[in-house]
């Protein structure tokens, strides 16, 4: 009777997972970031930069976690080793992100969300322009009818 007492490698899950989130963090951060600062352009909040800062800690965090315990009971750890990477310089990137956001709040302040304002005016400008030309010119056909 052979008694079997091979260990399973654990924490396989968590790193795979960590490197997924890294890897999602990291490629979308250009559009998260033009985003982010985008909407502090117009008197937005830092939201989305703050949501993307923690997303990134996350990725790195399980693949520390899932390193560990791989490390523990012998798996490879090829995977975790990369989300780590990808996790670090993912936080790095959200962190200069939220510098940016903040300084163009700094940078911007009220004259955001006076632009969008002015831009909301023009559109009910425009569009009581529209009706008065409708108004006009439905009066005029019947004038000449």
Same mark, same amino acid.
């Given at each position: &009777?052979?008694?079997?007492? =091979?260990?399973?490698?654990?924490?396989?899950?968590?790193?795979?997972?960590?490197?997924?989130?890294?890897?999602?963090?990291? *490629?979308? $951060?250009?559009?998260?970031?033009?985003?982010?600062?985008?909407?502090?352009?117009?008197?937005?909040?830092?939201? *989305?930069?703050?949501? $993307?800062?923690?997303?990134?800690?996350?990725?790195?965090?399980?693949?520390?976690?899932?390193?560990?315990? *791989?490390?523990?009971?012998?798996?490879?750890?090829?995977?975790?080793?990369?989300?780590?990477? *990808?996790?670090?310089?993912?936080?790095?990137?959200?962190?200069?992100?939220?510098?940016? %956001?903040?300084?163009?709040?700094?940078? %911007?302040?009220?004259?955001?969300?006076?632009?969008?304002?002015?831009?909301?005016?023009?559109?009910?400008?425009?569009?009581?322009?529209?009706?008065?030309?409708?108004? &006009?010119?439905? =009066? =005029?056909?019947?004038?000449?009818?």
């Amino acid at each position: &009777m052979e008694n079997n007492t =091979t260990q399973t490698p654990q924490g396989k899950g968590m790193g795979v997972a960590g490197f997924v989130i890294s890897l999602i963090a990291l *490629l979308l $951060w250009i559009i998260i970031s033009g985003i982010a600062i985008a909407a502090a352009a117009v008197g937005g909040g830092m939201g *989305l930069a703050m949501f $993307w800062l923690i997303l990134s800690i996350a990725g790195t965090a399980l693949s520390v976690l899932g390193m560990m315990k *791989l490390g523990k009971t012998g798996g490879k750890k090829g995977l975790a080793i990369t989300g780590m990477i *990808l996790g670090i310089i993912a936080t790095i990137l959200s962190i200069t992100t939220i510098m940016g %956001v903040s300084k163009m709040k700094e940078a %911007v302040g009220d004259k955001g969300k006076e632009l969008l304002e002015n831009l909301s005016d023009t559109a009910k400008l425009r569009e009581s322009m529209m009706n008065a030309i409708e108004q &006009m010119t439905t =009066t =005029t056909e019947g004038e000449t009818h």
